[in-house]
């Protein structure tokens, strides 16, 4: 079994500060962890993902996240906002237990306040 | 290299008449998958596709809804009988193999309006 939780529904920050989206997660395997974004009438686009290489990853736009795994988070930051990140943000859990078995959490809104 | 293809973009329909979705998976892609993503929610998993198989439908509603990847054409969401409750949007991802290393691409979504 495997389920992701995103702490916060809504998170509102000024332009320039940082952004910090948190994200928990269960597995029973090995997971693979990604951040999408998806901007309002949009699709979802990758910003980044973990599969098991370095623990900290690098996205598009600035965007990074930090797997920790005796923490179980995989917490999505920025060092300073763009009123551009404003959009919807979903942490997604897959492993290989038998197929590719995806989990969505439930998203958080990003606003950012000029 | 086309991303992941739906249409139509936005799909209108009376209660009671049928409402098919379709999406072409990414050039070499042959996994495929449906969500369905209501107002003020997160996206939900409906079903996943091979070609030719439905590899596991737990999240498809048992009545009126169903879905097929033939070996030739795109991947067809189908919902029968419509009800306004069916007003989402619906996003199809493809990936190219069924490993958890590969990322899903997801296409722009069809929105279902049920009037």
């Known amino acids: 079994a495997q389920s992701v939780t995103q702490l916060d529904s809504h998170v509102s920050v000024s332009e320039g500060t940082p952004v910090l989206l948190r994200c928990n997660y269960s597995?029973?395997?090995?997971?693979?962890l990604f951040w999408y974004v998806q901007h309002p009438n949009k699709g979802l686009q990758l910003l980044l993902k973990?599969?098991?290489?370095?623990?900290l990853v690098k996205g598009i736009n600035g965007f990074e996240a930090e797997f920790k795994k005796s923490e179980t988070s995989f917490h999505l930051t920025k060092p300073s906002a763009h009123m551009s990140d404003a959009a919807e943000y979903f942490c997604v859990v897959t492993s290989s237990g038998g197929y590719q078995k995806v989990t969505f959490g439930i998203g958080t809104k990003l606003q950012v306040i000029p | 290299n086309a991303g992941v293809m739906q249409n139509p973009r936005h799909l209108v329909r009376r209660r009671g008449q049928e409402a098919r979705l379709r999406c072409s998976p990414m050039?070499?892609?042959?996994?495929v998958y449906w969500y369905r993503q209501l107002p003020e929610e997160g996206l939900k998993f409906m079903v996943y596709l091979q070609k030719e198989n439905i590899i596991d439908e737990s999240g498809m509603p048992k009545e009126r809804f169903s879905a097929e990847f033939p070996k030739e054409g795109p991947s067809i969401l189908r919902i029968q009988q419509v009800v306004r409750g069916d007003s989402a949007a619906y996003f199809c991802a493809s990936s190219p193999q069924q490993d958890s290393l590969y990322e899903q691409y997801f296409g722009p979504g069809t929105r279902l309006t049920v009037t």
């Open positions: 050039k070499g892609h042959s996994h």
């Open positions: 597995s029973s395997y090995s997971p693979s």
């Open positions: 973990y599969t098991s290489a370095a623990t």
